[in-house]
Antibody, heavy 119, light 107 residues
Framework: EVQLVESGGGLVKPGGSLRLSCAASGFTFSNYSMNWVRQAPGKGLEWVSSISSRSNYIYYADSVEGRFTISRDNAKNSMYLQMNSLRAEDTGIYYC????????????WGQGTLVTISS | DIQMTQSPSSVSASVGDRVTITCRASQDINRWIAWYQQKPGKAPNLLVYATSTLESGVPSRFSGSGSGTAFTLTIGSLQPEDSATYYCQQANSFPLTFGGGTKVEIK
């Protein structure tokens, strides 16, 4: 069974940093590209970043480019999102998702981790 | 960036009704669209991808169609468990973009 478990969320002041983790199990992690998708309270879904299976292709939303860094460790079956220079508008639930192989559909999702940026 | 405009933003229908949700892309996305269902407090769930391919385990009352810039998700016979918010997403090019969502309520 595919399982994705996010962690690392919390309350941080504007300008601060957080590192989110996504622990994967139930599939061969190194074979799949992954996404981070977020959702502000009461709002819709927003794609944040994608990373290919071998980390050779990485993409970011304009809203996080230069502040967030996606990475993965295939030996540890884990993906990460380093978030710096955090802003109030970064508040929301952050989901990691496994993509369908060769596509950018988010086929499996974690339960999400809440990030709150507030002074 | 490709904008995805979803309509309606909400719909209220009775059990057994046919419900259609539309998503329009700001440019041709070559059938690279997916639909997700999200229930309150839960992560989204992939329903349909590549316009019309049903994800494994998704009931056959869900179907997708369209081409170019206009796409639809249809619930053939609405069930109580279909009460949720539905989102479209294009995967034709980066940045990946979602529609604003359609909330489906049961009368």
């Amino acid at each position: 069974e595919v399982q994705l478990v996010e962690s690392g969320g919390g309350l941080v002041k504007p300008g601060g940093s957080l590192r989110l983790s996504c622990a994967a199990s139930g599939f061969t992690f190194s074979n799949y590209s992954m996404n981070w998708v977020r959702q502000a309270p009461g709002k819709g879904l927003e794609w944040v970043s994608s990373i290919s299976s071998r980390s050779n292709y990485i993409y970011y939303a304009d809203s996080v480019e230069g502040r967030f860094t996606i990475s993965r460790d295939n030996a540890k079956n884990s993906m990460y999102l380093q978030m710096n220079s955090l802003r109030a508008e970064d508040t929301g639930i952050y989901y990691c998702a496994r993509l369908h192989r060769g596509t950018y559909w988010s086929a499996y999702w974690g339960q999400g981790t809440l990030v709150t940026i507030s002074s | 960036d490709i904008q995805m405009t979803q309509s309606p933003s909400s719909v209220s229908a009775s059990v057994g009704d046919r419900v259609t949700i539309t998503c329009r892309a700001s440019q041709d996305i070559n059938r690279w669209i997916a639909w997700y269902q999200q229930k309150p407090g839960k992560a989204p769930n992939l329903l349909v991808y590549a316009t019309s391919t049903l994800e494994s385990g998704v009931p056959s009352r869900f179907s997708g169609s369209g081409s170019g810039t206009a796409f639809t998700l249809t619930i053939g016979s609405l069930q109580p468990e279909d009460s949720a918010t539905y989102y479209c997403q294009q995967a034709n090019s980066f940045p990946l973009t979602f529609g604003g969502g359609t909330k489906v309520e049961i009368k």
